[in-house]
């Protein structure tokens, strides 16, 4: 977390660079359209089958779901609806892929080509937050697998419509706020290189796994709980070096990252949250883990997505979020919050209700049913200099 070794007149030259590389990269990356994504994990015993998920999801407008394996009954479950899926390659399989493009090709093979195009199959995460892994020879191992991976699609003529990239948590930075200054640990940095360059060169996004929850649950005493909740009208967070103000915590995570990504020379490659949510319930030393605060960080997140917002740094692009998770799931290991993400309970019932309602027609996006409320205050300026962010990687 230590500063960048510059003078002010070195930083403020860096960070001006920065924001000019960033801002023009903006007007290069297509707008997403307006669907909800969200995190399909299938970690339990006693969740729906993958076509009463499909149902659920169909009748709620989700557009967009990733899913941690390629589990042919999903793979197929999810045909011809029109919904966009990434599904993942696991860990132990990223050195095998590495070694081998035959191994690559054999994997597409297997489980991508058989349900492409009628399963929309738009990413491949390769492996899951591997860049924080202790093992050396799997974050070698990355990039050359995703290289394969991609030359493999490329064969088929499936390279322009499945993305390959991989979902890291925010421990590859060292720095995160305020987020002008984000940057890359050293450790990841010199990784990160050839990935930021694969990103670049196949047109492939920078996924994130951001958690606002583990900032406020560190420090509740410091962290403001509605800046980690995403609130749109209680606070508002300025960085002092851009003058940009921030309402969510998790946007300001996002462009962070952007910053890390400019200051290597990569600053076009748009960030995306591929997990972020909020449990609803966890041990007594979770602080924070409430149904009334999952449900309004959900549902803050689902107004700013069905609104088109974008990040502070990059307005005009809409944030790309999946939601984590569908469903709660029994069999997840750890403290309780880890099966206590979901929306719902296996059984269809609603944990809590963000919002979202079941449609029998269809319509472009997740239908949001906002309910009347008195006017708003209005936004809270603060500085980062004056409002204590604890450290959340």
């Known amino acids: 977390m230590a500063p960048f070794a510059t003078s002010a007149r070195s930083r403020t030259l860096m960070l001006s660079a920065l924001l000019c590389i960033l801002l023009c990269s903006e007007v290069c990356v297509l707008q997403c359209g307006a669907a909800i994504g ?26 967009k779901v990733r899913i941690y394996d390629v589990n042919p009954q999903v793979l197929a479950a999810f045909g011809g ?84 990239s991989t979902a890291s948590s925010l421990g590859v930075l060292a720095n995160s ?37 583990f900032a406020y649950k560190a420090d509740p005493a410091n962290v403001s709980l509605s800046y980690a909740l995403s609130d749109p009208y209680h606070v508002g967070a300025v960085d002092p070096y851009t003058h940009l103000q921030y309402t969510s915590m998790l946007y300001a995570q996002v462009d962070a990252v952007s910053f890390a990504a400019a200051r290597l020379g990569y600053g076009g490659i748009p960030v995306y949250v591929s997990e972020t949510g909020w449990p609803s319930k966890g041990d007594a030393d979770e602080v924070g883990a409430t149904v009334e605060n999952a449900r309004m960080y959900n549902r803050n997140l689902l107004v700013r997505q069905v609104g088109n917002e974008g990040t502070p740094l990059r307005p005009r692009q809409r944030l790309e979020v999946y939601l984590f998770a569908l469903f709660n799931e029994d069999m997840k290991p750890g403290p309780t919050s880890e099966r206590n993400y979901g929306l719902y309970q296996p059984d269809g019932r609603m944990v809590y209700n963000v919002g979202l309602t079941q449609q029998q027609t269809a319509t472009s996006a997740a239908s949001l049913s906002l309910a009347a409320s008195s006017a708003p205050p209005s936004p809270t300026k603060v500085s980062y200099s004056s409002i204590s962010l604890a450290p959340y990687i």
């Open 38 to 63: 969200i995190n399909y994990g299938q970690v339990g015993n006693n969740l729906p089958t993958p076509t009463q998920v499909v149902s659920l999801l169909s009748s709620l407008r989700v557009g």
């Open 177 to 213: 706020y305020p987020p002008s200054q984000g940057a890359f640990t050293p450790e990841c940095a010199a990784l990160m290189l050839p990935f930021l360059r694969f990103l670049a060169e196949t047109s492939a996004p920078f996924w994130i796994n951001a958690y606002p929850y």
């Open 81 to 164: 609806t029109g919904i966009e899926l990434i599904v993942t390659v696991p860990n132990d399989l990223v050195q095998p892929m590495a070694a081998s493009a035959g191994q690559a090709m054999q994997w597409v093979t297997a489980n991508i080509r058989p349900y492409f195009p009628a399963t929309r199959v738009t990413g491949i995460a390769v492996g899951n937050e591997v860049f924080t892994d202790d093992d050396e020879a799997l974050k070698a191992s990355l990039v050359p697998a995703m290289r394969n991976l991609h030359a493999a699609l490329a064969q088929m003529g499936m390279d322009g419509y499945v993305h390959v």
